[in-house]
């Protein structure tokens, strides 16, 4: 190319105070291939790019280098403007004199010297560009939402409202998720099913909405636009379009005492169950590793009362495809395991408090189950080892969080509210009984959230300690609770009925798998990684899987909510356009030159290159080569650094380009 | 002698203590181990390993005085290193811990103590010990089940903590030293001060803190329907045994609460008698 334009930056005084803007465009306007060379203040602004484009137009330019910040910010502005002047927009290219220059130094004759032989480079890759086009791939107008608690509900229905179809897979029997168990929320105290049930049913009962429950994701294959899913539908013994979730078959069933999942142990269920009374879908479970039908053949008696006949005790798992464009992932939390989780042995996980070995220390979920309507005791607040109504309440919080040495440095975020609303309800249910709260500090940022506490401590009574608890033991059933004020400089021993952890947030078990499953990345905790924590918070690294909810890191309620409307509103820009356009800049193979040993394959990070053969016209094999999904591949670069026959290059950024612009630095 | 068990050798670092005042632990452990056959080999010229002394004093001090005992038992090629003490214990494996961690310690060390300090040897505790010989060739040489012990497990600080030193066992909930009284046949409690501090050195200085701990330690166990207490130090024997008289006076409690070494436990299932334990030295002897 030989008809470059160069417009160089002031970026106000941003650059212009360290950088020689006239001296620089007057340097590089003799570069060879350099046609005109010009400067202004703000090359963003309207009269900037009119420029831009009036220069194109007038020069017949066929590149152009703007010398201003980073590619990151403006790089989109200046190609719309070629464009708008005719120019294919990937002859644009930036030459960031701001953050790789001005910024960074003080020295004006060093600087504007330094500006010079970054634009030197721009220049050579310019010279060396080529017009691409945008990639347009096919979009299955569908989407899949994995995980069915409040973001995956919301994100769900959203979507489907919007005109879409949605595939939602959750793996217990029943959506609702954690919510559905919450006695009150903060900061109203609304009641959670109150607010949730209804949602569900709507879930439940949407056109457009296909609910997989008691199943989970197998394998995901394709790319944006283009997955293909397979569900795994776990077998549930049950016939869920026979069945009309009369309840004779829990009812009947002998078998009462199994702890339930849904209740944390709290309560119990039957071997055929319903989670709670509220779930969607109303259809039991059998659960196979208790029923004695399906461990030794025997009682049947839910099968001989079930009067649709929808009791199939030879149910197998079974295996289902979906064809969706674009995902979301809300796959939510789960708590710290108390006592437990250390990758350690010696290390115990707070093996001081005693849970698991006391029954009146319990988590904070548990709580929520023990002072829930719906929950094992109708919410009469009972205490596990004997039913007594609990007169002294201790809450600790920050149990696991903010730990370095549990291996969880981070806040939980939400417990400081629970803990307080906690503390609320207990009084609310025992007017006599006093809670004592221990905290590291309260973090209480959010609407409504800090009067919250507040009311807690001031109108409900409860005595705050700031301070942490050393340890728990026993005596003549009283938790002996010793710990520490450290506001008041002294020790505080309290003969507790119940003591309530309020255990770290962690991801929900598998999450692991599943990030591998979808190719996205997870934080060394767990918690899915966003594209950028700013301005891509529900993006993945890979394009069309969204995440939302308590999966990317400790989320309240509103919050979730949030990011799952937000997740949604990005699945349908997605979704509305027949087919997607993708950025060019990505890896392609010379098949020709490709000696098919397919290192690339299995380095590359998005699973984007495939083995392929090369065939004539009439289908006569000529070789095999490596091939690119322009639907998957990223465009890191990692198969061009490790093709040993240099036969993968990056389109807009080929290896011709950069080694033009090293030799012209020489 | 155990049927088909090899003889074992064991390094042996008795520490100050049991060459001193709790002599009779030293007595206790030689005839228990020796009955399973396990020689000491004691470490030639060793040291006090500095206690709660040195490090109060100068970190490098508190780490140079056990360095030195390591080096001479790497020296002396002793691959286990027994410190009946968990305070000694402990110090030992500070030492390894320190020089692992690198920062140039080890060449400092070896330079100062003139000996190369490898810090490559396996530091026991007495549970280990028996946890080394393997709890079923301990049960299978028991002659007289211990069923009417009904003992409380005392591990007090040092056993298994700073649990990052030490690595052994979980250090709020521990449960190896029931795992040898179970091999025993003997019963064990669940209470509450298995790892509480019974003030330890603060025997000479501050006797009140040493009653009142040793006296919460006592009457829980008793409590919770232990007959006897059993440790596996020194200090802690020290204060719930010879202090127990003034536990009593102080609380006007009636005690009476046998403080057991876990090796004279050891000794006693497989038939030796007290007086070669040197139970009979104790000062609390029956209830």
């Known amino acids: 190319m030989s008809r470059i334009g160069i417009f160089t930056c002031w970026c106000g ?60 910010m403006h790089l989109k502005t200046f190609r719309k403007a070629a464009q708008a002047a005719g120019l294919n927009p990937y002859l644009v290219e930036m030459a960031n004199i701001r953050e790789h220059c001005s910024w960074v130094h003080h020295d004006r004759a060093q600087a504007t010297a330094k500006a010079v032989d970054i634009i030197r480079l721009s220049v050579e890759k310019v010279r060396n560009d080529a017009a691409l086009e945008p990639i347009r791939v096919p979009v299955t107008r569908r989407a899949l939402v994995i995980g069915g608690g409040v973001a995956g509900i919301q994100a769900a229905l959203d979507i489907a409202d919007a005109g879409y179809e949605v595939v939602m897979v959750e793996r217990e029997p029943s959506i609702g998720g954690k919510m559905a168990g919450l006695s009150e929320t903060f900061p109203t105290l609304d009641c959670s099913q109150c607010i949730l049930t209804p949602r569900m049913v709507e879930v439940g009962q949407h056109p457009r909405i296909k609910l997989y429950s008691y199943s989970e994701v197998e394998a995901v294959e394709g790319f944006v636009g283009n997955f293909k899913i397979t569900i795994r539908q776990k077998a549930r013994y049950v016939d869920t379009a026979k069945c009309t979730g009369c309840g004779e078959c829990w009812n009947v069933c002998p078998l009462k005492k199994n702890p339930s999942e849904f209740d944390f142990a709290m309560g119990t269920r039957p071997a055929i169950y319903i989670p709670f009374p509220q779930a969607v879908p109303a259809r039991p479970v059998i659960d196979k590793k208790v029923c004695a039908a399906l461990i030794r053949n025997g009682c049947k008696l839910c099968e001989k009362k079930c009067k649709a006949e929808a009791i199939n005790f030879k149910d197998e798992d079974k295996l289902v495809e979906e064809k969706v464009g674009t995902v979301v992932v809300a796959t939510g939390y789960k708590l710290y395991n108390i006592a437990k989780e250390q990758d350690k042995a010696w290390l115990s996980g707070y093996g001081e408090y005693g849970y698991g070995k006391y029954k009146n220390v319990i988590d904070s979920l548990q709580f929520e189950r023990l002072v829930s309507a719906s929950g094992p005791t109708n919410g009469v607040l009972k205490r596990p080892s004997d039913g007594a109504n609990p007169k002294n309440v201790v809450f600790i919080s920050c149990v696991g969080s903010r730990d370095n040495a549990k291996g969880l440095p981070y806040c939980s975020k939400i417990c400081c509210m629970y803990t307080a609303k906690h503390a609320m309800l207990y009084k609310h249910k025992v007017h006599d009984g006093q809670a004592h709260v221990f905290y590291m500090d309260i973090r209480a940022g959010g609407k409504g959230y800090d009067e919250f506490v507040r009311r807690a401590i001031e109108q409900d009574g409860a005595k705050y300690y700031r301070g942490r608890v050393s340890k728990i033991t026993e005596e003549s059933g009283k938790l002996i609770v010793r710990g520490a004020d450290t506001l008041a400089g002294v020790p505080v021993t309290i003969e507790a009925d119940l003591v309530v952890l309020a255990a770290a947030m962690r991801p929900a078990d ?69 087919e997607l356009t993708r950025e060019p800049e990505i890896a392609a193979v010379n098949e020709q030159t490709c000696a098919a040993c397919f290192t690339c394959v299995n380095t590359c990070p998005y699973h984007a290159v495939e083995r392929a053969e090369l065939r004539t016209g009439r289908g006569a094999f000529i070789k095999r080569t490596a091939r690119v999904n322009p639907g998957l591949c990223m465009g890191c670069g990692t198969c061009v650094s490790v093709c040993p026959s240099k036969s993968a290059d990056l389109q807009g950024f080929t290896e011709q380009q950069v080694y033009a612009m090293v030799e012209s630095l020489a | 002698m155990l049927d088909g068990a090899e003889e074992m050798n064991l390094g042996y670092y008795p520490g100050c203590a049991l060459h001193g005042s709790s002599n009779d632990y030293e007595q206790s452990l030689r005839a228990c181990l020796g009955a399973l056959d396990v020689q000491l080999q004691e470490i030639n010229d060793w040291i006090c390993c500095g206690a709660t002394a040195a490090h109060a004093l100068n970190h490098k001090l508190s780490l140079a005085l056990p360095a030195r005992n390591l080096a001479l038992a790497e020296r002396d090629g002793l691959k286990q290193l027994f410190a009946p003490c968990p305070l000694c214990s402990m110090q030992l494996l500070k030492v390894q811990k320190a020089v692992a961690d690198g920062n140039g310690l080890r060449t400092e060390l070896s330079q100062i103590v003139e000996a190369e300090v490898r810090g490559d040897g396996q530091i026991l505790n007495l549970i280990q010990v028996f946890q080394t010989i393997g709890l079923d060739k301990l049960k299978a040489a028991v002659k007289e089940p211990l069923k009417s012990i009904s003992a409380a497990c005392y591990y007090g600080c040092l056993l298994t903590r700073p649990p990052e030193v030490v690595h052994f066992d979980d250090f709020e909930q521990p449960k190896s030293m029931e795992a040898v009284l179970a091999a025993l046949g003997a019963k064990t409690v669940e209470w509450n001060y298995k790892t509480e501090c019974c003030g330890a050195g603060m025997t000479m200085s501050s006797e009140d803190t040493v009653l009142d701990l040793a006296h919460k330690i006592l009457s829980n166990a008793a409590a919770h329907g232990a007959n006897c207490v059993v440790v596996a130090c020194p200090m802690c024997h020290v204060n719930l045994d010879m202090k127990q008289a003034a536990v009593e006076q102080r609380y006007h409690e009636k005690l009476g609460m046998v403080i057991y070494y876990l090796s004279d436990l050891v000794g006693l299932a497989m038939g030796l008698s007290a007086e070669q334990l040197g139970v009979n030295r104790h000062f609390v002897t029956k209830a």
Not at chain 1, 37 to 53: F, L
Not at chain 1, 521 to 550: C, M, Q, W
């Open chain 1, 510 to 578: 598998g999450i692991e798998e599943l990030a591998q499953k979808l190719n996205i990345g997870y934080d060394e905790f767990g918690f899915l990684l966003e594209s950028h924590p700013k301005l891509r918070p529900v993006e993945t690294n890979t394009a069309g899987i969204f995440i939302a909810g308590a999966c990317h890191a400790p989320k309240d309620i509103p919050e979730s909510v949030a990011q799952a409307s937000a997740a949604a509103s990005k699945v349908q820009v997605m979704l509305a356009a027949d």
């Open chain 1, 13 to 72: 005084e941003n650059i212009a105070r360290t950088v020689d803007v006239d001296e620089v465009a007057k340097e590089v306007s003799s570069l060879p291939g350099v046609r005109c060379s010009v400067n202004y203040k703000y090359m963003c602004s309207d009269p900037g790019q009119a420029m831009v484009r009036e220069k194109i137009v007038s020069e017949k330019l066929d590149g152009v280098v703007v010398a201003s910040c980073s590619p990151h």
